[in-house]
């Protein structure tokens, strides 16, 4: 069965620290995405990662993508209250299939 | 403007009362798909559909129906609602299954008491 796994779950932080979000999947899918969700709102895609060692950097959000790990990172650099928000990564499940899986989820909070 | 739209937005319902929640896109994707989004259980996915007359199961398919007619829509059919299917909807598309990230719709809050 496809898993894919983000820690933390929650993340609490203070503003101008630096962070990580992680993200495991369990398929040989080599497309990894992120994806970010305001408070009562829909999603808005963040980044598309669609080979082995792609980076992608958008202002405080850089995310990067190891295949061979199975692994996703979504780094935050000297967070700000903005950024408060869930984060979710997804993968296509591949092996034939056009389904999409999403992570749990990481619920980030930036205090002031 | 490129979107999605879901309608209706708000749905307050009783068991056994079929219902559609409609979707439809203005970009000419060809991929579609509808997700529920449950507290602790994340999004999972319903159906989803690679182009008209193409759909396939997602991993929660139970006790829904999809159609694709046309290209710009892939409504969600209940056609026996139960308290289980309480949730928030999306529905979703991209230009093909495997390339770019999704655009979402702005969801559909269904209560079926």
């Known amino acids: 069965e496809l898993k894919v796994e983000q820690n933390p779950l929650f993340l609490s932080m203070q503003e101008g620290k630096n962070y990580t979000i992680y993200c495991n999947y369990s398929?040989?899918?080599?497309?990894l995405y992120w994806y970010r969700q305001d408070p009562g709102k829909s999603l808005e895609s963040l980044f598309v990662?669609?080979?082995?060692?792609a980076v992608k950097q958008e202002g405080r959000l850089m995310a990067s993508l190891d295949t061979k790990a199975r692994l996703s990172t979504l780094h935050i650099t000297a967070a700000v209250h903005d950024l408060s928000a869930t984060y979710f990564c997804?993968?296509?499940?591949?092996?034939?299939?056009?389904?999409?899986?999403f992570g749990t989820g990481t619920r980030l909070k930036v205090l002031a | 403007e490129a979107q999605v739209t879901q309608n209706p937005r708000y749905l307050i319902t009783v068991t056994g009362k079929k219902l559609t929640v409609t979707c439809s896109q203005n970009?000419?994707?060809?991929?579609m798909s509808w997700y529920r989004q449950d507290p602790g259980l994340g999004l999972r996915q319903i159906y989803y559909?690679?182009?008209?007359?193409?759909?396939d199961k997602g991993d929660v398919p139970e006790g829904y129906k999809v159609s694709r007619k046309e290209k710009r829509n892939f409504p969600l059919i209940l056609e026996s609602p139960s308290p289980n299917q309480t949730s928030l909807y999306f529905c979703?598309?991209?230009?093909?299954?495997?390339?770019?990230?999704?655009?979402f719709g702005p969801g559909t809050r269904l209560t079926v008491l």
């Open positions: 979703a598309s991209s230009l093909s299954g495997l390339a770019g990230g999704k655009f």
């Open positions: 398929t040989t899918s080599d497309r």
């Open positions: 990662l669609l080979s082995n060692g």
């Open positions: 997804a993968v296509d499940a591949g092996s034939g299939t056009y389904k999409y899986i």
């Open positions: 970009m000419n994707h060809e991929y």
């Open positions: 559909s690679m182009n008209v007359e193409v759909t």
